[in-house]
């Protein structure tokens, strides 16, 4: 079971009362993009066995998106933060860097 | 016009956790930016108390001002008067970006009241509500069973909680099988 702090509510919040959203930090390639690029963005993940990091909705609570750092292995969960950022913030980047020395997920490490 | 009526008619259980609909209230979603200060004076004029802090609740009587989220408030006050306070809604914040909806029709209001009416609630929702992690004055976003509801203490051993008008039937068939089934004993006594 899955507890995440939603950073909208300031508020521990169990797996069931929210919805996944998939991988976070997916750069989005529209119309006019190249062939190869619009694919990478549709059907491309990262899907690792480690560090990894999501999107959430808080679904039964306030509604609202933010973005989770955890390891799909261990289920530690690094941080929560608000989901208006293109990359993770350094204070998650550090926390994970603290467990995991020299870990790496897309183009972030 | 006819007159309107609860989801389930004042229907009610005799336990020693009373599962009861509590009739109509007046509901009204308001959503814009908590921080400005009409909107803040707006809970002073509609239903007479201050400005609820993010996870509270206000309540006098049977009028009350929920945080829904960063930024969104509920107000519970008379049926009679939502038409009149969407209309001082709309003069207030005019030319700044607001919502603000009657969802009178669309909620229902239930109260659970008891001597182990936090542990009615608590076998239904996956969130604290140890005594100390949860009491007056918060509220909750979270769900019961399979629907989504929203509950927060009127008193020592009262609840009272808001979900959707459509799913009434389910929830207070939920809570009053809860309170039919006797209390847990995981919470200290008469909290």
């Not at chain 1, 702090?5 to 919040?13: A, I």
């Not at chain 2, 969802?103 to 659970?112: E, G, I, K, Y």
């Amino acid at each position: 079971m899955l507890i995440l702090h939603c950073p909208h509510c300031d508020r521990m919040v169990d797996e069931t009362d929210l919805h996944a959203g998939g991988e976070a930090h997916v750069k989005r390639f529209g119309p006019g993009s190249e062939a190869e690029e619009f694919e990478n963005y549709l059907f491309m993940r990262e899907n690792p066995k480690g560090v990894h990091f999501e999107r959430w909705r808080h679904v039964y609570g306030c509604g609202k998106w933010f973005l989770a750092a955890r390891n799909t292995a261990t289920l530690e969960v690094y941080g929560t933060y608000s989901a208006q950022t293109t990359e993770p913030p350094q204070a998650i980047r550090d926390a994970i860097s603290a467990k995991q020395p020299g870990w790496s997920w897309g183009t972030f490490q | 016009m006819s007159d309107p009526i609860s989801a389930l008619s004042l229907r009610a259980t005799h336990g020693s956790v009373q599962v009861s609909d509590t009739g109509v209230h007046g509901m009204i979603t308001l959503r814009g930016d908590l921080a400005s200060s009409k909107i803040r004076s707006l809970c002073k004029d509609l239903v007479g108390l201050p400005a609820p802090a993010p996870r509270e609740v206000q309540v006098k009587g049977d009028a009350a001002v929920l945080w829904m989220s960063p930024d969104e408030l509920l107000f519970v006050l008379p049926y009679g008067s939502v038409a009149d306070s969407l209309a001082r809604i709309a003069k207030v914040l005019k030319g700044q970006h607001h919502l603000a909806v009657d969802v009178s029709d669309a909620r229902t209001m239930l109260r659970v009241d008891g001597p182990f009416a936090r542990e009615v609630i608590a076998k239904l929702a996956p969130v604290d509500l140890y005594p100390g992690a949860f009491g007056e004055g918060q509220v909750l976003r979270s769900r019961l069973g399979q629907i989504a509801a929203a509950f927060w203490m009127s008193g020592p051993q009262t609840f009272e909680v808001i979900c959707f008008r459509s799913v009434a039937e389910y929830a207070f068939d939920l809570l009053a099988a809860s309170a039919a089934a006797g209390p847990v004993g995981h919470f200290p006594r008469g909290t």
